[in-house]
């Protein structure tokens, strides 16, 4: 019933905006309200999977001739799309080939030991695996499954087993948002709605401090929240049993430590050699699968790129390049917002923080929130002479840290269930209520301070 109802208020909404009298709007620009709102109403009701309706409103942009294709679909000209597409062909290649296993099991045999251990572990984990694994996704599988074989060695209890479940998934986004390819699918957005490049050494040095602190603070929380039930002792036997059935280095993770090595080397340097994060990503991935020098990745590693997730970002970034060229971004936002952002920095994330927030709860979908916040909190930036990048990284890192259910935040998700993480949404409700805290202290006191000091600001 509630994809039926969604569905009827769609297209009902699209109609009334449609031919309704708007001042102030050209006729594209009503056209691209009207199917703007159309479609954030199909993604907030869940009528089909969103990258079906991203794909219908790409479809009826250029039907009812709003922009041409060669607006529509201008990310497929530059590097992201093709960032995120090489991204998974590399982590389907680190965890096929065992390496990230491998590099999981040896770090638990050296440092963990207790359940604060265990805790600790998954997010150090997830920030050296953000090196290897440029998604979240997989990354996080990895490591689940290497937490289980622990949590089996440790005879955790069902209640601990959940709370450690969840933790994996949980460290994902603070974890991926220390790199520009932690997370790249989204991560790149940032220099695409600000206009400004940036490079993958320069992203760490905005986001280190912000991060990092999200980091601690998510970690702490955990602490807080998931006390475990039962002492925690854990038998490294098993293990090191596991560790040791996988052998000495094969060839293939030798052949894959190289082509990680090269890839990251490029990826510091890109601001010496010119040459884009996303070209780089997707020359390494097309590497891996040569013969002789490469061998590492098979054709199966094609389903590994999501379809769904390219479509939806491609709608997410049409929202920004068309709505900026026919008028309605600019529109829109001087309806509802104020002329000018307040003169206090941190008068400035708040508002921004609480705008990405409160459209974040309501849609569900960080991508299509960046696509409505950042045009307009980035144009009203320059207006006054403030760097684009700032209202970018405020945006980007409150809707990314974010989630009160467990659809607000794509890792959450994937990991819910019994057959996953273990969890359900009372463990991400639980977590969300005071994380929404923390994600206003990063943005509004963490970011400002962190930016005045490197000069952004």
């Not at 208020?9 to 009334?16: H, S």
């Not at 510091?268 to 699968?289: E, R």
């Amino acid at each position: 019933m509630k994809r039926i109802i969604g569905f009827l208020a769609g297209i009902a909404v699209f109609l009334i905006l449609y031919f309704a009298p708007i001042e102030g709007l050209s006729h594209e620009g009503q056209t691209m309200l009207a199917l703007l709102i159309m479609t954030v109403i199909f993604w907030a009701t869940q009528i089909v999977q969103p990258g079906f309706s991203a794909g219908l409103f790409l479809m009826l942009l250029i039907v009812f001739k709003v922009a041409g294709p060669e607006t529509i679909f201008a990310p497929w000209l530059g590097p992201v799309m093709w960032l995120i597409i090489g991204a998974y062909i590399i982590a389907n290649a680190v965890a096929s080939s065992g390496l990230g296993e491998r590099i999981a099991y040896s770090f638990i045999i050296r440092f963990v030991n207790s359940y604060r251990s265990i805790i600790i572990s998954i997010f150090v984990l997830n920030i050296i695996l953000s090196l290897f694994i440029p998604h979240p996704f997989p990354k996080a599988f990895l490591i689940l499954s290497v937490m289980k074989v622990v949590m089996d060695a440790a005879k955790m209890c069902t209640a601990d087993r959940i709370k450690v479940g969840f933790t994996v998934f949980a460290a994902a986004p603070p974890t991926s948002m220390l790199f520009l390819t932690g997370d790249s699918s989204f991560a790149p957005l940032v220099s695409q709605f600000a206009g400004v490049e940036v490079s993958w050494l320069s992203w760490i040095g905005y986001m280190i401090v912000p991060a990092l602190v999200l980091i601690i603070l998510t970690c702490l929380l955990i602490f807080i929240m998931f006390k475990p039930k039962e002492e925690v002792n854990i038998n490294k036997d098993e293990i090191r049993l596991k560790l040791a059935g996988m052998g000495k280095f094969t060839s293939k993770e030798i052949r894959t430590v190289i082509w990680l090595v090269i890839a990251i080397a490029l990826w510091m340097t890109d601001s010496i050699h010119g040459i884009n994060v996303g070209w780089i990503t997707l020359i390494i991935a097309m590497g891996m699968s040569l013969p002789i020098i490469g061998e590492v990745i098979k054709p199966s590693a094609w389903s590994d790129v999501p379809v769904a997730t390219l479509m939806f970002l491609s709608a997410a970034l049409a929202i920004s390049k068309v709505g900026a060229e026919t008028g309605m971004t600019d529109w829109l936002f001087k309806t509802i917002l104020p002329g000018s952002l307040p003169a206090s920095p941190i008068l400035i994330a708040a508002l921004i923080a609480v705008i990405a927030v409160v459209l974040h709860l309501v849609l569900g979908s960080c991508i299509a929130v960046m696509g409505l916040v950042c045009p307009a909190m980035v144009g009203l930036a320059t207006s006054m002479d403030i760097s684009p990048l700032i209202p970018a990284f405020i945006t980007y890192t409150a809707i990314y840290s974010h989630y009160i259910f467990p659809h607000h935040n794509l890792p959450i998700l994937v990991g819910s269930g019994e057959d996953k993480g273990g969890y359900s949404a009372k463990e991400t409700i639980r977590m969300g209520l005071p994380l929404t805290i923390v994600v206003f202290i990063v943005t509004c006191l963490v970011e400002v301070g962190w930016f005045k000091v490197i000069g952004l600001w």
